[in-house]
């Protein structure tokens, strides 16, 4: 469960800065509801693809990233298809956390490309369709975890609680039919987030 909340920070959670003292920044990051997210790997003679989703009721994250190779198997270069959208797309999950489904055509996405040495080559504008769909594979598991981190000037702390579930996924992604022959992971989380995160001083 742990696994899932963290692939999902980048695209579900909410940072905001709150007040404090002149010399102080605090930020704050919240979440609350339920998520589906899944990985698939996928692999042809000259090229390996890794594709991940991570859907909830108020944001959408895709990316489909690609490394290519030549005949002797060298790296040749890469590009990375990604998308980050709040709307444009349908999501529902059942309450059970027993099944869930998202979908979306043409949402606004980024391609970038980097050559052999992994040097960033350049970006275009794009769009990606999403049609995925969820089922449960495993029970139902509950867990609280707590953290807390503190060293001078800058202080962490973290808690989540909620439920998760094993799933299985398929469907496609940017026109690539995924099943469950090239699924990595896949899960169906129900979460209550609350990190906050203190630094004091001119480093800030």
Not at 6 to 18: F, K, N, P, Q
Not at 81 to 88: H, L, Q, S, Y
């Amino acid at each position: 469960m742990r696994r899932a909340l963290l692939g999902l920070v980048v695209a579900v959670l909410a940072s905001l800065v709150v007040a404090a003292p002149a010399n102080a920044t605090v930020f704050r990051e919240h979440f609350h509801g339920t998520i589906a997210e899944a990985g698939w790997f996928t692999s042809t003679s000259t090229s390996d693809t890794f594709t991940s989703v991570s859907a909830s009721k108020s944001e959408l994250f895709v990316d489909v990233f690609t490394e290519t190779f030549d005949a002797s198997g060298n790296f040749t270069g890469a590009t990375d298809t990604f998308a980050d959208v709040t709307g444009g797309f349908s999501f529902s999950i059942n309450g059970k956390l027993s099944s869930a489904h998202v979908s979306g055509s043409d949402l606004p996405a980024q391609t970038c490309t980097y050559d052999a040495d992994f040097n960033l080559v350049g970006c275009t504008d794009t769009t990606v369709s999403v049609d995925v769909s969820w089922t449960a594979t495993g029970p139902l598991s509950h867990g609280t975890f707590n953290d807390h981190f503190k060293v001078d000037g800058f202080s962490f702390n973290d808690h989540f609680s909620g439920a998760s579930r094993d799933a299985t996924a398929s469907g496609s992604v940017a026109g690539q039919a995924l099943g469950a022959d090239d699924l990595e992971f896949a899960d169906l989380l129900r979460a209550n987030s609350l990190s906050i995160s203190r630094c004091i001083g001119a480093n800030c």
